[in-house]
Nanobody
Framework: QVHVAESGGGLVQAGGSLRLSCTVS????????MGWFRQVPRKDHEFLAC????????TYPDSMKGRVTISRDAAEDTVHLQLGGLKPEDTAVYYC???????????????????WGQGTQVTVSS
C-alpha cells in the first residue's frame, strides 16, 4: 500500500512564501509521477504543479506560473512545492498525489493519480 504524506502547511502572512513537502512510502519516489493540488470547500481539486519521474519535466497552470515551483530532492527522496507571493485566496487544503501507473497521462488531471495524501492546511492571513 502506497502512503503519501504532506507536511509544511500552516499559517502564513500575505506576501510570504511556503514550502510544502511530500513523501511516499513503499518505493523510492522516482517510481512516481508527482502532482500537487489544492482544494477549498465545495470546489474541485485545483491543479498546481506536477513533475515527471526523473524530475526533468515540470508542468504548471498559467494561473500559477511564476509563483510556484515543484522539485525533487533525490537525497531526501522528497518532492517539494514552493509557493510565493501568498494571498488570502491561496488558503486551502494542499494535496500531494502520486501516479504509479505507466502509460500516457495528463498530469493536470486529478484522475491521473492513484494515491493521495491526507492534505495539509495552508491559511494565508491578510
Amino acid at each position: 500500500q502506497v502512503h503519501v504524506a504532506e507536511s509544511g502547511g500552516g499559517l502564513v502572512q500575505a506576501g510570504g512564501s511556503l514550502r510544502l513537502s511530500c513523501t511516499v512510502s513503499g518505493r523510492t519516489m522516482r517510481w512516481y509521477v508527482m502532482g500537487w493540488f489544492r482544494q477549498v470547500p465545495r470546489k474541485d481539486h485545483e491543479f498546481l504543479a506536477c513533475i515527471n519521474r526523473n524530475g526533468g519535466e515540470t508542468t504548471y497552470p498559467d494561473s500559477m506560473k511564476g509563483r510556484v515551483t515543484i522539485s525533487r530532492d533525490a537525497a531526501e527522496d522528497t518532492v517539494h512545492l514552493q509557493l510565493g507571493g501568498l494571498k488570502p485566496e491561496d488558503t486551502a487544503v494542499y494535496y500531494c498525489a502520486a501516479r504509479s501507473l505507466t502509460g500516457s497521462y495528463y498530469c493536470p488531471s486529478a484522475g491521473a493519480y492513484d494515491s493521495w495524501g491526507q492534505g495539509t492546511q495552508v491559511t494565508v492571513s491578510s
